[in-house]
């Protein structure tokens, strides 16, 4: 969030108040997204849109919980299977998808952004997977690691993945039915696809 935005939907949150009689009660600022922040009041939850002017406009969220977002990075030097990735994970509604296209990227990429899980090709120019996982491992251990490739053999591929990653590793062909679940074991079960 930029610096000034906070005072300006506390303020905004202060206006809401006064309007409707009464004081944020304690606790309801829920999460902040950029410009937007969630509130939970009794029995129902809004989002505010601190853009549209001074006091902020209010569009009810559906009620259960706010699930924490899991931030997910892709790397491979392939688009075409980076976009693939990104579309099937990117229907998970609290999951944030970055991309890289080596090993390289993806170090800074999770240097910046600190991402959960981190889903590597083995093979890839300027950085491979292997070689990104061991740098992982040592700069970022709490980002957890998936392997996929389309070049090794299952056990090949699973040997490595026990080495340099969590012990995960996924057949290209087979990322459309076991890339989720295999994400899913590594997330908090809050952040977890359902």
Not at 107 to 132: F, H, S, W, Y
Request: proline share 7%.
């Amino acid at each position: 969030m930029a610096q000034g935005q906070q005072p300006h939907l506390a303020s905004a949150l202060m206006q809401w108040a006064s309007f409707h009689n009464g004081d944020v009660p304690k606790g309801t600022l829920k999460a902040i997204y950029g410009m937007y922040c969630i509130v939970q009041t009794l029995p129902q939850a809004y989002l505010y849109d601190s853009t549209a002017g001074s006091l902020p406009t209010a569009s009810p969220l559906p009620e259960g919980p706010v699930l924490p977002i899991a931030k997910i990075l892709v790397a491979d030097d392939q688009p075409l299977v980076r976009r693939t990735l990104r579309s099937l994970l990117a229907e998970k509604s609290h999951w944030k998808i970055y991309e890289a296209e080596n090993g390289k990227v993806a170090l800074e990429c999770i240097q910046k952004e600190n991402p959960q899980v981190a889903v590597l090709d083995i093979v890839m120019p300027e950085m491979g997977g292997i070689e990104a996982a061991y740098e992982i491992r040592r700069s970022a251990p709490e980002t957890k690691i998936i392997l996929m490739s389309s070049y090794y053999t299952a056990e090949e591929a699973a040997h490595l993945a026990r080495l340099f990653g969590d012990g995960n590793f996924i057949e290209k062909s087979q990322t459309g039915t076991e890339l989720i679940p295999a994400i899913n074991r590594l997330l908090p079960e809050e952040s977890q696809a359902h």
